[in-house]
């Protein structure tokens, strides 16, 4: 048993695929290593995304079938999720900050030129992740936030629009009507300190992100993070997705990782390098991404953040592909899912390894 009496470094892999690989969302029945078997051996193409990412991968598959680049394939397939009212995690109908405005970010990633491209806390632009690439082709920078961002969006002739829809506010509003203890206001504290800012019910607060990450047909790999960050968050607050690094890393000799998932954590562990530096030492894309998630148990030492067994009461969620067209996913707590598509089939999701189990 580990500091937490959970579970050992040793056998987290073991009891992780054991119980958490397997079934098909859908008609089928199949499994991660089942899948990454057919994969395995020659650089084939595939694609990785987060669970709001079905329609994400399917595009991207078929535009990588068709030649395209990995970074226009994925891009093309999260603008879908962006573009999607009903998608509350991601561009338009986004969660608002606490101030009821909707601020989005994203990182994209493109490995054959090793470019990299963030934008951080953007206002009315629905697609994070166009802007992000026109930073990275037409400027020297890597990361532009706030009023800067909408400004060079603007000047690339990105439409602005309120990406509030009625149903986001309305849950923003029942949010702010409803305030308690429980916001990221929090009181002085020390290491000891339980039953503060983490009281967050899920009717209140959200994460919610997609990332996508692709090999194409010339073993191009690259990855795309957007979202709208944590819900009702502090104006001005950053996640970990427009960070390359934390939310987002590409390594077109090693692989792509990304997460979603409470980016505080991720920000603390830098885990998305960690994930392609696990894979670079010969690690599996799955193995890498739960060996990520048991860095960010080690590093989370704060009582408010942690259950009665030492668990963090969060989840933080990887998705990886290696060079070689092989995935991996893991999260710190059961019951996630993950797409994929390995251009054989239909985009599908597949149940998440992972850490802890709920309810256990
Ligand atoms: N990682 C994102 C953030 O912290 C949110 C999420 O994925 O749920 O902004």
């Known amino acids: 048993m580990n500091m937490h009496g959970s579970i050992t470094r040793r056998n987290f892999f073991k009891s992780a695929s054991a119980i958490g690989a397997g079934a098909l969302i859908g008609h089928e029945v199949s499994s991660p290593s089942q899948l990454m078997a057919q994969a395995d051996g020659a650089s084939k193409p595939v694609v990785i995304a987060s669970k709001n990412g079905l329609q994400a991968t399917a595009k991207a598959m078929t535009l990588i079938q068709e030649g395209a680049d990995a970074l226009d394939a994925v891009i093309a397939g999260v603008n879908l999720v962006e573009d999607d009212p009903n998608e509350n995690s991601v561009g338009l109908g986004g969660l608002p900050n606490e101030e009821g405005i909707v601020e989005l970010d994203a990182s994209v990633m493109h490995g054959p030129t090793g470019r990299g491209g963030c934008v951080a806390s953007l206002r009315n632009i629905k697609n994070p992740s166009k802007v992000a690439k026109v930073l990275m082709e037409r400027t020297d920078h890597v990361l532009i936030v706030g009023e800067g961002a909408l400004r060079f969006a603007r000047a690339h002739g990105f439409k602005e629009e309120n990406l509030l829809t009625e149903e986001s506010r309305q849950a923003w509003l029942r949010w702010k009507e409803n305030l308690s203890t429980t916001d990221d206001w929090l009181p002085p504290h020390d290491i000891e300190t339980k039953g503060i800012g983490m009281n967050r019910g899920p009717a209140y607060r959200n994460h919610g992100t997609i990332n996508c990450n692709a090999v194409d047909l010339r073993g191009g790999i690259s990855g ?18 427009p960070i390359l690094g934390a939310g987002l890393y590409v390594d077109n000799e090693v692989g792509a990782a990304g997460s979603t998932g409470r980016g505080e954590a991720n920000l603390l562990a830098c885990s998305s390098v960690m994930v392609v530096e696990f894979m670079r030492q010969g690690k599996s ?26 668990r963090p009461k969060f989840d933080v969620v990887f998705y990886a592909i290696n060079k070689r ?28 390894p992972f850490l802890f189990k709920r309810g256990a």
């Open 285 to 310: 894309p799955e193995e890498a991404c739960l060996q990520a998630c048991q860095r960010i148990v080690d590093q989370t030492k704060m009582k408010r953040l942690l259950d009665e067994q030492g």
């Open 325 to 352: 067209g092989q995935f991996g996913a893991g999260a710190l707590w059961s019951g996630e899912r993950f797409t994929v598509n390995t251009g054989e089939k239909d985009s599908r999701q597949l149940e998440m």
């Open 224 to 241: 795309c993070t957007s979202t709208s960050g944590l819900s009702y968050k502090i104006p001005g607050r950053v996640g970990d997705s």
